[in-house]
T-cell receptor, first 116, second 116 residues
């Protein structure tokens, strides 16, 4: 079974600085997808960024970028120029496709606090 | 696009009572997922449907839990009888399945269930 590990339960960063959240996963699949979701105090789950395993180029969405290391099974999220609104829980997620299965497996999350 | 709509937003009930959670997926999405979120276990997939058919219900905790999807625009998750350990936030999510497996999950705002 696939597992997703986020080793940092909590992190904090000063406004305008850069922070990196780590994520590792375990799979024997060669083709899969990785996601980062954000959950602010409002409880809503918001997609931040996604990466396809067969693409070597790291995904980027404005201030958010990933460092995808397929051999190491690592998928870290970098937030540049942190803003107060980035304060939230961040979840790393893995999805394989095999035999019609579309299960999205989540890590336990990292609570990020951006300080003014 | 109204997004995934869940009701109720909050539910407080007594142990032993029946609880029904409701979900309306995004129009055109053919895959629907029910997740449960707790502090201890994080986000757990309970069940998911593809084209209204249950594909994987291995995450359903026990026979007290049941889920239905009578049509493409409505799903329910029922707990009967409810127990205090069922207290959690229950999320419904949908996506457009099929060929593009990087299509992300869109989440509803969740139902916070408290069983006393």
């Amino acid at each position: 079974a696939q597992t997703v590990t986020q080793s940092q339960p909590e992190m904090s960063v000063q406004e305008a600085e850069t922070v990196t959240l780590s994520c590792t996963y375990d799979t024997s699949e060669s083709n899969y997808y990785l996601f980062w979701y954000k959950q602010p105090p409002s409880r809503q789950m918001i997609l931040v960024i996604r990466q396809e395993a067969y693409k070597q180029q790291n995904a980027t969405e404005n201030r958010f970028s990933v460092n995808f290391q397929k051999a190491a099974k690592s998928f870290s999220l970098k937030i540049s120029d942190s803003q107060l609104g980035d304060t939230a829980m961040y979840f790393c997620a893995f999805m394989k496709h095999q035999g019609g299965s579309e299960k999205l497996v989540f890590g336990k999350g990292t609570k990020l606090t951006v300080n003014p | 696009d109204a997004g995934v709509i869940q009701s109720p937003r909050h539910e407080v009930t007594e142990m032993g009572q029946e609880v029904t959670l409701r979900c309306k997926p995004i129009s055109g999405h053919n895959s629907l997922f029910w997740y449960r979120q707790t502090m201890m276990r994080g986000l757990e997939l309970l069940i998911y449907f593809n084209n209204n058919v249950p594909i994987d219900d291995s995450g359903m905790p026990e026979d007290r839990f049941s889920a239905k999807m009578p049509n493409a625009s409505f799903s329910t998750l029922k707990i009967q009888p409810s127990e205090p350990r069922d207290s959690a936030v229950y999320f419904c999510a949908s996506r457009k399945g099929g060929g593009s497996y990087n299509s992300p999950l869109h989440f509803g705002n969740g139902t916070r269930l408290t069983v006393t």
